[in-house]
């Protein structure tokens, strides 16, 4: 069984510049997490799905920060513009079932950002 | 606010020694529990989680943790580690009386000395 694929594994931008990221779930599974993790910490929850619903984007910086899940499968990204604080790891994960709190998630290797 | 502490940002541990990783949480009532290990270049993968019932939580790869509830401790255990568990351990908790998110620590980086 293929797990979570995420691309680019590395990308570097300068500042100002726009940026996508690419996730890919596991099949079947029904809920698509993003999540951001700085250097020496834990993963920060940006958005989560349920199937192509957006049903957590409380810590999605709105104003530069978008994301879809066109057909409730691939989901994608965006950054625009990208700033210094940006400089990340980019975190995919999928779940099968709907509840964050009980489901075991499985993550992808992540997207590294670096924005210059 | 609930949130995860792990006290140590690294630990060093001899190939064949034993290894405990500390993991406090502050949260009203018992939240589920959660471990993860983040190998380089790898994704975040689940050790074993506690939901309920044995406080002793047998894991993957060898591992196991042990809800303390006076403690409000979910520590990490392997009796023997190996190179290959070289790698940044994450303690997560969710809580029990709501449909929400994971809290994570900041991990522990382990570091195996040969």
């Known amino acids: 069984e293929a797990g979570v694929v995420q691309s680019p594994r590395y990308k570097i931008i300068e500042k100002k510049q726009p940026v996508a990221f690419w996730c890919n779930p596991i099949?079947?599974?029904?809920?698509l997490y993003w999540y951001l993790q700085n250097l020496g910490q834990g993963p920060e929850l940006l958005i989560r799905?349920?199937?192509?619903?957006?049903?957590?984007d409380s810590q999605l910086p709105k104003d530069r920060f978008s994301a879809e899940r066109l057909k409730g499968v691939d989901s994608t990204l965006k950054i625009q513009p990208a700033e210094l604080g940006d400089s990340a790891v980019y975190l995919c994960?999928?779940?099968?079932?709907?509840?964050?709190?009980?489901?075991?998630?499985?993550f992808g290797p992540g997207t590294r950002l670096t924005v210059l | 606010a609930q949130s995860v502490t792990q006290p140590d940002i690294h630990i060093t541990v001899s190939e064949g020694a034993s290894l405990e990783l500390r993991c406090n949480y502050s949260?009203?009532?018992?939240?589920?529990l959660f471990w993860y290990v983040q190998s380089p270049g790898q994704g975040l993968q689940l050790l074993l989680k506690?939901?309920?019932?044995d406080t002793l939580v047998q894991g993957i790869k060898g591992f196991e943790a042990e809800f303390k509830r006076s403690q409000s401790s979910f520590n990490l255990r392997k009796p023997s580690v190996h190179w290959s568990d070289a790698a940044e351990y994450f303690c997560?908790?969710?809580?029990?009386?709501?449909?929400?998110?994971?809290?994570w620590g900041a991990g522990t980086k382990l570091i195996i000395k040969p």
């Open positions: 994960a999928s779940s099968q079932g709907t509840s964050p709190s009980t489901d075991t998630q499985y």
């Open positions: 506690y939901f309920s019932g």
């Open positions: 099949s079947g599974h029904n809920t």
């Open positions: 997560a908790v969710a809580p029990s009386d709501s449909n929400y998110q994971l809290i």
């Open positions: 799905y349920e199937n192509e619903e957006a049903v957590d």
């Open positions: 949260y009203g009532a018992t939240p589920y």
